[in-house]
């Protein structure tokens, strides 16, 4: 009678594991689709403002390190 117990607990262990497996696909479906649709509007605002929102006109800071023998 355990034998049936345990088999019967796993097939509904697989049961949830496959119904899991399927959310978590749809999920990163429709993550991908949000975060490229974010990325085209990200492109589309830095183009109309000429990128002067993103610091486009920032400039880069170089130190230069100069090392004396004595």
Known sequence: MGG???????????IGNTCMAIVNGIAG???AIINGVA??????ISCLTCRRSGGFGRRRMR?????YVA
């Open 4 to 14: 049936v117990a345990s088999c019967i607990r796993s097939v509904f262990r697989a």
């Open 29 to 31: 479906i429709l993550k």
């Open 39 to 44: 990325s085209v509007f990200d492109i589309l």
């Open 63 to 67: 130190s230069h390190h100069r090392t």
